[in-house]
Structures are given as C-alpha cells and as structure tokens.
C-alpha cells in the first residue's frame, strides 16, 4: 500500500526523522531546528532562549514550502537568527532544513526546495591562543571568594592541563582521591592533579559515588540522558558554556578577557592554590 504523502509540515517532520536513523537525542536536535523553519514559514519570528525547546511550533500545510514566498521567508528568518545565534549553529539548522527537504522532494511531496539559495553564515576567523595566565593572575583567582564547584573546576584544569570537555565529561567514580588521578580507562587519558584539586574534591563531592562531577544548579531537565544525570541530586552534568559565563562573570574584575583555556597552561611558576572555596 502507497503511503499517502502528508499534509502538514510538522507530520512531515517526524516521518523524515522516523526515517532518520538517528539516535532519539539526535532527533530531538534536528526536530527543534526544523520547527524553527516553520515559524519563518508562518511569517512568525520562532521564540529565542529555553522557550524555543518547549514552543509548540504553527500548524502549517508542507505545501509552503512551494509557496513564491517561502524562499523570502526563510532568508528574512535567517537573518533574525544571525543576529542572536552563532554561524555554526545557523549553518547547522540551515544543512537540517536542506536534508529534509531532499528527503521530502525525493519523494514527490514538494516540488522545490526553497533554501537552495540561503548562504550559510561565514564562520569567524579563529582567534589567536591567549597568553597562560600568569603566576599573579593565578593568585588573584585562587585567592577570590567563589563557590566551591567553581574552585574546584577552575584547579583541576589548571592542574591536570587536561581539555575543558575533557574534565567536564568526569564522573565521581572516575577519581582516585588517594592518587590523585583518574582511575584509567582505554579510551581516555589519565588525569594528575595537584594539591589545590586534592583539597576541594573530597568537599565537592561529598555524599555522591557516581554521577557527572560537575553539576549545574538546578534540576536536569526531561529527555536529560542517565549519563548526564546525578543519581543523587537530579541536576545535570555542567556545559562548557556556562563554565566559561561563570568563569567571565567571576574574573571581569579581575581583567578583562580571561578564558578557561588560559588555566590549561602555567604560568611563570605552579601559583599555590588557597582560595576560599564557599558551597554553592
């Protein structure tokens, strides 16, 4: 039996995905992006922030897809997303709308593809590497009053040199805490950190024996994977993105421009780690 071609957009959508063969964390990516496109599609600005998540996007015919306007449309909604999203996210969202929109012409549901013509945005230049930060500048870190799981985050990559994701990706049941190191596994690489890191861990994860290391402060949200769930307290594993805004918001007095990435480096000697830790 023929399957009759569907009508509305949003149940294109998720035959496209069904069809996919991504995993369900992959799918509820490409939906949100694809549910983006059809607020530009309805003529509507698509909601910003956490709301996009969670927007119940129009119900619209796929049929606008052909619409003589779609094309316009969808350029002016590239340009709003330009203003509040970065180009790799946007080219990201513009290659998902391309492939389903193949998928659909392929087979016979819409006639053309109206982001044919889109431009990606041109990804920025990448930055030059900032100077490690220096012995002073260490002190002045580690001497500032700041929550315990910042300290300790903030120690750990300073003393082990380890990756920024590489640490945030850290479960509890990883650490040794008499070695001071990481207990191996095959695919990943031992970490050695120092005493700074050695006198905060056992406070950060006091009461917790699995789990992601770093967490956030509230609770994880639904569809969350295990993984990066606390089985204790419920809250989530810790993105690099807001490591890197507490890190901004607790150095700007500091200077201006520090990273997380210039504590991977040393300075001009091991600055001694006695900051005042304070449980978040």
């Known amino acids: ?3 009759l ?3 509305e957009y949003g149940l294109a959508v998720e035959r496209y995905l069904a069809a996919s063969g991504l995993a369900e964390g992959s799918r509820r990516i490409y939906r ?3 549910n983006t496109w059809a607020w ?5 600005p698509a909601p910003t922030g956490p709301e996009r998540r969670c927007a119940r996007p129009p119900v619209l015919p796929l049929a606008l897809l052909d619409h003589p306007d779609a094309a316009e449309r969808l350029r002016t909604a590239v340009a709003r997303r330009a203003a509040d999203t970065d180009p790799r996210t946007l080219n990201r969202e513009l290659s998902t709308l391309r492939a389903a929109a193949a998928w659909w012409r392929a087979r016979g549901w819409i006639d053309g593809d109206p982001s044919t013509d889109l431009r990606p945005s041109p990804l920025p230049e990448p930055a030059a590497a900032a100077a490690p930060l220096t012995a ?3 002190r002045a870190l580690f001497t500032r009053r ?4 910042e300290q300790t985050l903030w120690h750990l990559l300073h003393e082990s040199g380890a990756a920024i994701e590489t640490v945030l990706a850290l479960d509890t049941d990883r650490l040794d805490l008499p070695g001071r190191r990481t207990h191996p596994r095959s695919d990943r690489t031992r970490l050695h950190w120092g005493t700074g890191t050695a006198r905060l861990l056992p406070l950060l994860i006091a009461g917790r024996s699995g789990g992601p290391l770093f967490l956030t402060d509230r609770r994880a949200p639904a569809g969350t994977p295990a993984a990066d769930r606390c089985p204790h307290t419920g809250r989530a594993r810790l993105s690099y993105r807001r490591a890197a805004e507490l890190f901004t918001a607790h150095t700007s007095a500091l200077g201006p421009g520090w990273t997380l990435r210039q504590l991977r480096e040393r300075g001009e000697d091991h600055a001694p780690g006695g900051g005042t830790p304070r449980r978040p």
């Open 32 to 34: 949100i992006a694809l």
């Open 136 to 138: 002073e500048q260490l």
């Open 146 to 149: 700041a929550p315990l799981r």
């Open 40 to 44: 530009a599609l309805a003529d509507r």
């Open 1 to 3: 039996m023929t399957e």
């Open 5 to 7: 071609p569907p009508v």
